[in-house]
Each structure stands twice: as C-alpha cells, then as structure tokens.
C-alpha cells in the first residue's frame, strides 16, 4: 500500500495501532492492567442480635448480618480469593461519644473474635471511626467551642486511641481510621505502640472527600448527621492539590498505606498520590454509591452490570491503585474466575 493510499498513515514506517487488537490472545498478552480478586477488599456490616440479615435496600446483595452469619460469610468470601474484609458495626445503642466503639465486648469486638475462631486467615481490617456509634452521626466528640457545634480535633484523637487499642486488643489485623482528623495517625501509631500493638499496619483514610455517594453507606451503618454535615473535617471535591499536602503529612506521621475515597470521581488524585509515593500501597474506596448507581442502572436493563463493573475496577487500578475496597468484590471475583 502506498502512503497516499493509507489515511490512516500516521509516520514512518507505517503505524498501525490495530494490528495489536487483532487477536484475541495478542489482545490479552499486551493487556496492561489486570483484575485479580487478590485486589479486593469486601466491606462487612455487622449489627447486633441475633440470626438477623437485614437486607440494605440502596445496596442489593448487602446485608447488615448479625454475628453469627460471620464464619459462613468468611468461608466464602475465602473460597472466592478474595484476601481481605473491611468491617462496620452497627451497636445497639448509640450515644453522645459513641461509647460502644471502645467497648472492649463491642460489636465490632465481638465480629473480629467470631472471625478469628473460625480458624479463618482472612486479612480482617477495621474501620476506626464514630459516625456508626455517636448519636448525632458525627465522626467525634462534639463540641460547642465558638457558638457552632463542631467536631473536637484533639479530644476526638483520645477516644480514637482507645478504640484502635481495643480492636487490636480483639484481633484485628489492620487499622483503617477514616474520621479525617489531624494528626490521627500520629496520635494512633503511637497509642497502639504503647499498647504493645507496634506490628499492626495503619491504613490510613488520607485523602477522604465530603461525597454524595457516601448515600447508601450511611443507610446502610445508619451513621447519617442529624445536624450539618462533614465538611469540616472530610475534603471539598473541588480539591486536588490538597490530597497532596494530607498525604505528605500522613505519611511523616507514619501511615503504612494510603487511601482515596471515593475512588471514581477521583481517579485524578488516584494517579496524583501514586506518583508522589509509589512506594507506598495505595487503597482506593469504591463506595457506596458508586456501587449502587451501577445496581440500578443495571436493574433497569440500561447498561451491563459485569461489563461496567470490571471497567470500572479496572480503571480504579490503572489510575494507580494496589488493592480496591469494593461491593462488587464478590460478585467480580466470580466475574474473574469465568
Ligand atoms: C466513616 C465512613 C464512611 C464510609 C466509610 N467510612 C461514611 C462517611 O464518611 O460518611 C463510606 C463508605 C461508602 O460510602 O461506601 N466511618
């Protein structure tokens, strides 16, 4: 073919880009970015009572599962290969500073011992904030400081110790604080070496945006703000540079691994934290929202919910991510093993 014959000559010799997308194995073998339910980590709402899943509307699938639905959940969230659970609680009774978090016979307590007798070695991880625990929803101690009732930064990071202390103290394996307080992994790293806890990893909610897709997450742990809302501690969407400077900081205080939330929106900062600490294991949270509007697109028959939904995965791990918290963990683990 000569080159006034081919419009699509881009310069010399002839550069085709289709010819590697010709064949179906050529296609696989240069593929670049690869989902592996290694990647995954599966959120986990653990509620008090007994023999009780309550099914979360906004999340089909999800359910708030009472502890004794635990060690058949974890065998097959295992038998699926997925390494790692994110758990939540959903305590009995909330009050003003969220009292059940540091209760050493808590229910997240309870959930991390249940999993660990089953003989199970599913990576547990936890979630170390008040917003599922606190009657007013807020992630701390609230205080009245100026006339305006706001969440109270240090007073906030005591009680966050205690809690951290007492999920270690129950077995967790990983600590994930997502309250979006200063210096919480400072005062974390810290408490937890105090306490002997000097070998368990920090992974640490760094760069957590004020989102709307948090939506059915908060129906879902019933942590929603009765007044106001968390724009005074969680980051503005508009942000990005920002993530940088959280990140910086979190990393001098000692965090062992990073996270983006939510994880769509923000490939951007995805990529952007990767590259400024690829040494570093970066998680990304692909929340709540994100999974629902992906439901019920799909329920309407609107779009292919295996096909978007590993798209999305994958895009969330191109950006830049090393393992991704997901609702769809189960469900693309199984996409996976097809
Ligand atoms: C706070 C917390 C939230 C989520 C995870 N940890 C909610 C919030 O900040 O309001 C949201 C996760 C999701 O939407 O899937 N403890």
Not at 227 to 243: H, I, K, L, S
Request: charged share 25%; glycine share 6%.
């Amino acid at each position: 073919m000569t080159e006034s014959a081919n419009p699509s000559f881009t310069g010399f010799p002839n550069v085709r880009m289709r010819r590697l997308r010709t064949h179906t194995k050529l296609r696989d073998m240069v593929r670049e970015t690869e989902l592996n339910p290694r990647d995954f980590v599966l959120p986990l709402f653990v509620r008090h009572g007994e023999n009780k899943r309550v099914p979360i509307e906004s999340m089909p699938g999800h359910d708030q599962m009472t502890i004794d639905h635990l060690a058949a959940e974890v065998e097959k969230i295992e038998l699926l290969g997925i390494p790692a659970v994110l758990l939540f609680g959903i305590p009995e009774t909330k009050d003003a500073i969220g009292s059940d978090a540091c209760d050493d016979n808590g229910i997240i307590q309870r959930a991390i011992r249940a999993i660990k007798e089953t003989g199970s070695n599913l990576l547990i991880m936890t979630d170390v904030c008040f917003c599922e625990y606190t009657d007013h929803g807020h992630c701390g101690i609230v205080n009245d400081k100026h006339g305006q009732p706001d969440v109270d930064n240090d007073a906030t990071l005591e009680i966050l110790v205690q809690e951290a202390v007492s999920h270690a103290k129950a077995g967790t394996d990983v600590i994930a604080p997502s309250g979006m307080m200063d210096g919480m992994i400072a005062a974390l790293r810290a408490g937890l070496d105090d306490a002997g806890f000097e070998n368990i990893p920090l992974l640490s909610y760094a760069v957590k945006y004020a989102s709307a897709f948090y939506g059915p997450f908060r129906d879902a742990a019933e942590s929603a703000p009765q007044f106001g809302d968390r724009r005074t501690y969680q980051m503005d969407p508009a942000n990005g540079r920002e993530a940088l400077r959280e990140v910086e900081l979190d990393v001098s205080e000692g965090a062992d691994m990073l996270m983006v939330k939510p994880a769509l929106s923000y490939l951007d900062v995805i990529s952007n934290v990767k590259r400024a600490y690829p040494e570093i294991p970066l998680a990304a949270y692909n929340v709540s929202g994100e999974f629902s509007v992906v439901k019920a697109a799909a329920a309407n028959g609107w779009i292919d919910e295996k096909r978007t939904a590993l798209e999305i995965l994958t895009s969330i791990k191109r950006a830049g991510a090393d393992m991704i918290i997901t609702y769809h963990a189960k469900e693309a683990a199984d996409w996976l093993a097809e």
